[in-house]
């Protein structure tokens, strides 16, 4: 059985379509994680002022995809060693957050789908196995008559915070850029346990006996 996190590619690929040609197409869609995910403002409106295109963001800059075991394990497995010797220099992009226009969408998902229509068993297996296909299609060209924004996460609007050693917040709890600009999305919110329990805090899940009191 193939694993959601193949799967769910081409899932989204076919509901896209199905939208598509019913005439119900939006400008621009956002694809992301779900469980460790928040937003902190309106994502697209950082497309209005930059253009349309394809919007993928990257990790931490101190880190490569073959200085990072987990990501260089996913490239080697579907991919092979000289395929991470090639790219292995690139930085990683997070395949949790993609952003873009309607028609950048579209062709990035039918690229991602594509792939996982002949990867061998090694790779289908591997727990995560979607960033190394997002990042092999994203630095081999592989998503045609598309313009294809790399965002920082030090300076962009979308923060990964897995491998970054900072974090950075505002006195009401919102996290920051290195900027000082407030995250329109913050992506991997459960590798800070800060976060977890800030979080929990605002979010609170309430017991049925007090949903609609007022005092």
């Known amino acids: 059985m193939t694993a959601i996190y193949s799967q ?23 694809i992301c994680d779900v469980s460790d995910t928040v937003f902190q403002a309106n994502v697209f409106k950082h497309m209005n002022t930059m253009g349309d295109g394809l919007y993928v ?9 073959s200085e990072q075991k987990i990501n260089a394990n ?10 991470l010797q090639q790219i292995g220099n ?10 873009g226009s309607w028609p950048a969408i579209i062709t990035y998902l039918s690229a991602m789908a594509a792939q996982f229509l002949t990867r061998s068993r090694a790779c289908l297996r591997i727990v995560g196995n979607d960033q190394g296909v997002h990042n092999f299609i994203i630095y081999n060209g592989l998503i045609p008559d598309t313009k294809i924004y790399l965002m920082p996460h030090e300076t962009g ?9 900072w974090l950075k917040r505002n006195k009401f709890g919102y996290i920051l850029n ?31 006996d007090v949903l609609n009191r007022k005092a």
């Open 8 to 30: 769910r590619w081409t899932i989204f690929s076919s509901y896209l379509q199905t939208l598509q040609n019913e005439g119900k197409a939006f400008d621009n869609v956002f």
């Open 57 to 65: 963001f990257l990790e931490d800059i101190h880190f490569r995809i």
């Open 90 to 99: 690139k930085s990683i992009s997070c395949s949790g957050t993609v952003l």
């Open 157 to 165: 609007f979308v923060g990964t915070l897995a491998l970054p050693k």
């Open 74 to 83: 996913w490239i080697k497995a579907c991919y092979g060693q000289q395929m």
């Open 178 to 208: 290195s900027r000082s600009e407030i995250y329109a999305v913050v992506h991997q919110i459960n590798r800070s346990p800060q976060l977890l329990a800030q979080f929990d805090c605002v979010y609170q899940t309430l017991p049925d």
